[in-house]
């Protein structure tokens, strides 16, 4: 009888247990959901506070931008506009001064009515010319050229009046010249302002040019007349 095959006794593969799930890992899932919520929230809460934070401080820097000393903050404008006042008061006095003097020198109505002329009409005519040069030339520059020219009249006029020289031709031929710096001077102060500013500030800038136009028209009257009547027209110009 012939030899039958051999079989082999197939093994049984028997499929790994399952791990039963644990009674803990429900609340091990709801813990981490909590801790991940309780995280989103608390970055959530972090990021809000930091937008208000900063908020709160870019409203106070634009209300003290807007504030209207804040150009008085700024070095180079509260230099010049002290200069600005200074001069402007200045330029009061000396008129007062050269009409109280003309009426000195000659009694003539047409005469004492034309220092206020020749000190106002290079404005008239002077205007437009000056404004183009501000705009041209290098507005530094231009602006200490005049104040150089002012103070240059200022000068030879109290020189004029101390050594006893003075005669009323020559009084309103030093008022228009005096005049004239002034009339070159403004187009290009005005001009320079904008840039020693930021935009913001721009607006309280020009009220604070006002500002110390106005006051310069009132203080220096009473400061002439009061230098006037307790020691003569001469120190006037002397001051200036």
């Not at 070095?75 to 050269?98: E, I, Q």
């Not at 110390?212 to 006037?236: D, F």
Request: charged share 10%; net charge negative; hydrophobic share 55%.
């Amino acid at each position: 009888m012939p030899p039958q095959p051999h079989h082999d006794t197939p093994h049984h593969i028997v499929p790994p247990e399952a791990t039963p799930p644990s009674p803990d890992a429900p609340a091990a899932s709801v813990n981490t959901a909590a801790e991940r919520a309780a995280l989103a929230q608390g970055t959530e809460e972090a990021a809000q506070h930091s937008l208000e934070q900063s908020a709160s401080t870019g409203a106070v820097h634009s209300d003290a931008s807007l504030s209207p000393f804040a150009p008085l903050s700024v070095p180079v404008f509260r230099m010049l506009w002290l200069t600005w006042v200074a001069a402007n008061t200045c330029m009061w006095m000396n008129d007062v001064a050269a009409a109280w003097l003309m009426t000195t020198l000659t009694t003539s109505p047409v005469l004492v009515a034309l220092v206020q002329s020749a000190s106002t009409l290079p404005v008239f005519l002077l205007g437009l010319p000056s404004g183009a040069l501000a705009d041209i030339l290098d507005r530094r520059r231009y602006f200490m050229a005049t104040q150089f020219w002012v103070a240059a009249v200022a000068v030879v006029l109290a020189f004029a009046i101390v050594s006893g020289g003075m005669t009323a031709p020559l009084l309103l031929a030093l008022t228009f010249a005096n005049g004239i710096g002034l009339a070159m001077r403004w187009p290009v102060f005005a001009a320079i302002v904008p840039e020693l500013v930021s935009r913001p500030q721009l607006p309280a800038a020009l009220a604070l040019n006002g500002v110390a136009m106005n006051a310069s028209r009132i203080v220096g009257p009473l400061l002439a007349g009061a230098i006037i009547a307790s020691a003569g027209s001469a120190w006037v110009f002397v001051l200036n």
